[in-house]
C-alpha cells in the first residue's frame, strides 16, 4: 500500500464551508494564496496525463483558479448533490475540454461539453476512470503538500531519514550507515516524521 494511501483517510471531513465563504471574497489573498499553493500541482498534473503541454496545463491551472473564483456561488453546498473536491474535479476537465477544442480538434471521449454549456450538476457527469486518476492525484496532491509543510517544522536530519527511508524505500542499515546514525534513530524519526504528516493530510481534508 502506497504511502499516499495510507495516510489518506477513509471518511474525509466535508469541505469547511465557512473557508469556501472566504474564497468568495477575492480581496482575501491569504486564502486564495492556500487554495493556489494547495491544489495548483493537482490540476497541473491531471491536466498533463491528459495529454496537454506544460503549457496548456499551465492555461489550465490559471484558467481553473478563475472559473473557480467566479463560479464558487454556484457550488451547491448540500452535501448529496456533491463535494467540492467532484466540483473541482469538472471545472478541471471543462477547462481541459476547452484546451483541447482550441487545437482544433474535439475533446477526447468523456471530456466533451458544449462550448457555452452552463455548469451543470455534478450527477450530470461521471466517468469512473477520470473519477478513479483524479482521486489518485487528489490523494498524491495532498500528500506532497503536506510533506512540504512537515518539512520546514523538523529537523533536516530527522526530513532526510523519512525521506530515504520511507519515500525513497532504503533499507534501513543503508540509511543509518549513509547518515551517520543508528538503526533505533531512523526507526524512531520515520515514526515522528510520519505522525506529523498524517496530521497534516487530515488538517488539509479538514480545510479544503
Not at 483558479?65 to 478541471?92: C, E, P, Q, Y
Request: aromatic share 10%; charged share 30%; proline share 4%.
Amino acid at each position: 500500500m502506497s504511502l499516499a494511501m495510507t495516510l489518506h483517510r477513509e471518511d474525509p471531513i466535508p469541505t469547511r464551508y465557512s473557508l469556501l465563504s472566504r474564497l468568495q471574497n477575492w480581496q482575501d489573498q491569504d486564502s486564495w494564496k492556500d487554495f493556489f499553493d494547495t491544489y495548483w500541482r493537482l490540476i497541473y498534473s491531471v491536466a498533463l496525463k491528459s495529454g496537454l503541454t506544460e503549457t496548456e496545463a499551465q492555461d489550465v491551472v490559471q484558467e481553473t483558479i478563475l472559473s473557480v473564483a467566479k463560479d464558487l456561488h454556484k457550488f451547491k453546498r448540500d452535501r448529496k448533490l456533491g463535494s467540492f473536491k467532484g466540483w473541482l474535479r469538472n471545472v478541471t476537465r471543462w477547462r481541459i475540454a476547452d484546451q483541447l477544442r482550441r487545437r482544433g480538434r474535439p475533446p477526447q471521449e468523456n471530456s466533451s461539453i458544449p462550448e457555452d454549456s452552463p455548469i451543470p450538476d455534478i450527477a450530470e457527469i461521471a466517468d469512473p476512470r477520470s473519477e478513479s486518476m483524479w482521486e489518485e492525484e487528489w490523494q498524491a496532491n495532498i500528500l506532497k503538500a503536506a510533506l512540504q509543510r512537515v518539512k520546514h517544522h523538523v529537523k533536516e536530519e530527522h526530513y532526510q531519514i523519512f525521506d530515504l527511508y520511507v519515500l525513497k524505500h532504503w533499507p534501513v542499515r543503508k540509511v543509518a550507515q549513509t547518515l551517520g546514525v543508528n538503526i533505533g534513530q531512523v526507526y524512531l524519526a520515520k515514526h515522528r516524521v510520519a505522525a506529523l504528516v498524517k496530521k497534516e493530510v487530515r488538517a488539509l481534508e479538514d480545510k479544503w
